[in-house]
């Protein structure tokens, strides 16, 4: 079975400041897809990034960067220099490539960002 | 804007009243993927169509059932419907419904059942 845990219900920050949003998932699988999605007060999921379980490479995309580490099964997010638009819910999820395709969520971090 | 579209947007209706949801993938997108959240099961995978066929099914209730159309859109239908059903329900669409695919989401439909 695979499992998401996102131990951070909620965090609140001052903008610009630097924020990180804890994953850690559970699979059995050798070979496994991670994703982050963000859910704004508008309610749709926008998808943010998607990362092979070969592909330990850390990505930056502007202010997002995204630290993989098999090691301790964790897919950490962290926003620099926060802004108000990035308050949101952060959902991380999780995949295999066999015959069960669905996304396995986390529970969601509430991430507020106060001016 | 992912390029999935859902409707209605909102919906209300009664308990043991009968709804369906309608989607439409993105253009070229052949799997549609159906998911629930709500305040205490978080966002639950209902099921999954691959060009017209059930590829894998989740947390989904027998009075919940779905198809997918030969033009791919697919409908979600929940029937007797209980004031736990209420939630926002996703539909969500990938070019081949492989696992490394990335699932884009539609806006939701928010279901209020009083």
């Known amino acids: 079975a695979q499992k998401v845990t996102q131990a951070q219900t909620e965090i609140s920050v001052v903008e610009k400041e630097d924020v990180t949003l804890d994953c850690v998932y559970e699979?059995?699988?050798?070979?496994?897809?991670l994703f982050w999605y963000k859910q704004p007060p508008s309610g749709e999921l926008v998808f943010l990034i998607r990362?092979?379980?070969?592909?330990?490479q850390n990505e930056i995309s502007g202010r997002y960067s995204w630290n993989f580490q098999k090691s301790t099964s964790s897919f950490n997010f962290t926003i620099t220099a926060s802004q108000v638009v990035d308050s949101a819910v952060y959902f991380c999820?999780?995949?295999?490539?066999?015959?069960?395709?669905?996304?396995?969520f986390g529970s969601g971090t509430q991430l507020t960002v106060l001016p | 804007d992912s390029g999935v579209t859902q409707t209605p947007k909102h919906l209300i209706t009664a308990t043991g009243q009968r709804v369906t949801l309608r989607c439409s993938p993105r253009s070229g997108d052949l799997s549609v993927y159906w998911y629930q959240q709500s305040l205490d099961q978080g966002l639950q995978f209902l099921i999954q169509y691959y060009n017209g066929e059930e590829r894998a099914k989740g947390n989904i209730l027998e009075r919940f059932s779905a198809q997918q159309f030969p033009d791919l859109h697919s409908e979600l239908n929940l029937s007797s419907l209980e004031l736990g059903d209420s939630a926002l329900y996703f539909c969500a669409s990938s070019d081949s419904g492989r696992g490394a695919d990335t699932q884009y989401f539609g806006p939701g439909t928010r279901l209020t059942v009083l």
């Open positions: 699979t059995r699988d050798t070979t496994y897809y």
């Open positions: 990362r092979n379980s070969f592909d330990e």
């Open positions: 999820a999780l995949t295999n490539s066999g015959s069960a395709r669905q996304l396995t």
